[in-house]
């Protein structure tokens, strides 16, 4: 299963530009909005689950966040928003690494995730992902999620997709995390159409 969506996601971003991808956001508007909520220091510690060579990361260090670690399963992917960072590159830790592998070293004080959560269509997967955020996810800290909604479509880049509504989402975390603010937002893609995605933060509980 690792190696399978290693593969495929390691074809896609050897094979399509980021225009080419259904997912590209020039300005990831909704997911800055919910980390501000949280009114971190700029020495908090974020992780972006799934980053791919999402400009989150750009937005963050533009912002003076010092310690941002971003992950994903595809080496491609880190490497291309290596690349557009230049220099600033060497301010942020990457891990290659599948989510539900995932050993971390640290702890973080903010785990954001989005379009990464909803490809783990297997319970043991979901159950894998919710027991490493929880034990790596600081007492009081934040977890962010975007999901396809109940309205979105029913795959991604080709895969399943799990979708979720504010319930389904909260029944899935509730164990660890307590639910803050959930949101429904239409994602326009790159090729004008629109993928219906649910934003919900969620603090650990202590
Ligand atoms: C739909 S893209 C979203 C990328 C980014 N979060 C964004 O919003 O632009 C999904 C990303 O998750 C990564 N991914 C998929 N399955 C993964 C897994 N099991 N572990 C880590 N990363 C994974 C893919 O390589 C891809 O970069």
């Not at 909005?33 to 999402?54: C, Q, R």
Request: neutral net charge.
């Amino acid at each position: 299963m690792m190696a399978d969506s290693k593969n495929h996601w390691g074809q896609i971003y050897a094979t399509k530009k980021s225009e080419e991808v259904s997912w590209t956001q020039q300005t990831p508007t909704t997911s800055l909005n919910f980390l501000h909520s949280f009114n971190l220091s700029k020495n908090a510690s974020i992780i972006d689950i799934g980053g791919g060579d999402s400009r989150l990361v750009d937005c963050l260090l533009k912002e003076g966040f010092t310690n941002v670690s971003v992950l994903d399963i595809s080496a491609h992917a880190l490497q291309r928003a290596k690349d557009r960072l230049g220099e600033k590159a060497s301010c942020v830790n990457w891990i290659e690494a599948d989510i539900t592998e995932f050993k971390p070293l640290r702890k973080y004080d903010v785990w954001h995730d989005r379009a990464t959560f909803h490809f783990l269509t297997e319970g043991n997967q979901v159950a894998k992902y919710v027991a490493i955020a929880s034990n790596f996810v600081n007492p009081n800290g934040y977890l962010t999620l975007g999901t396809f909604s109940e309205q979105g479509p029913a795959q991604c880049s080709g895969l399943s997709i799990r979708k979720y509504s504010e319930k389904t989402l909260n029944s899935a975390l509730r164990k660890h995390f307590k639910k803050l603010h959930c949101i429904l937002e239409d994602h326009l893609t790159p090729f004008h159409t629109v993928q219906n995605f649910l934003f919900c933060s969620f603090e650990k509980l202590a």
